[in-house]
């Protein structure tokens, strides 16, 4: 089945700096990658997703990008504030499985004023 | 998007028990899901919730222990059975819209005593 790893598990930014998290999965199936944000107390928020026909996707300070040759996605918050501050999960799925989600294991983004 | 509530947002149950999970969405999903969340964890998924017929597990998880209801588009139950405190954690619902993005409810904290 599908496996996704995330980087890193925390992170640290100055705010007004970016932060990049990373992810890799396994399976050369998987065609839809959505990313949650997931404040303390609340459940996961899609904030962005990218499907695999697209190399780049971008809304405001948010961005994806998916490389499926290498089989890794990456997200990138340009700018960051102090209420970015929350858990990011990354995830994964395929048409023969579509909505069975197979999430990364977080990141923990931390962003101090 | 859809706007998934959940009922109740936490309880606190004696071990040996039952608590019955509820999943209200406010439009019509094509998919709704059920995912658990350890403490400090990701997201794994228990099942898939099929309207009007049994719901489809995953490894690792059986009816007899999470039996699972959708008698309609929008709505769905989940029952933790026979509790024991390693029951304790965070339960999900989730729908897919037609646009195949998928939304996640507030969660239910579940403490098994």
């Known amino acids: 089945g599908e496996n996704v790893e995330q980087h890193p598990s925390t992170l640290s930014v100055q705010e007004g700096d970016s932060a990049v998290i990373k992810c890799t999965y396994s399976d050369s199936a998987s065609n839809y990658f959505p990313w949650y944000k997931q404040e303390l107390g609340k459940g996961p928020q899609l904030i962005i997703d990218?499907?695999?026909?697209?190399g780049e996707k971008k809304d405001q300070r948010i961005a994806v990008t998916l490389n499926k040759t290498a089989k890794h996605f990456s997200l990138h918050i340009t700018e960051t504030q102090p209420e970015d501050s929350a858990v990011y999960f990354c995830?994964?799925?395929?048409?023969?499985?579509?909505?069975?989600?197979?999430f990364g294991a977080g990141t923990q983004v931390v962003v101090t004023p | 998007s859809a706007v998934i509530s959940q009922k109740p947002s936490r309880d606190i149950c004696q071990r040996g028990t039952s608590l019955t999970i509820q999943c209200q969405v406010d439009s019509q999903v094509t998919m709704m899901f059920w995912y658990r969340q350890q403490p400090g964890q990701s997201l794994t998924l228990i099942a898939t919730?099929?309207?009007?017929?049994?719901?489809?597990?995953e490894s690792g998880f059986v009816i007899d222990k999470f039996p699972i209801s959708r008698p309609n588009l929008t709505f769905s139950t989940l029952t933790v059975s026979n509790m024991s405190p390693e029951d304790s954690s965070i339960y999900l619902c989730s729908g897919v819209t037609g646009a195949h993005e998928q939304f996640f409810g507030p969660g239910t904290r579940l403490t098994v005593l």
């Open positions: 990218i499907r695999s026909n697209v």
């Open positions: 919730a099929n309207q009007g017929s049994e719901a489809t597990y």
């Open positions: 995830a994964a799925s395929h048409g023969d499985s579509w909505g069975k989600l197979q």
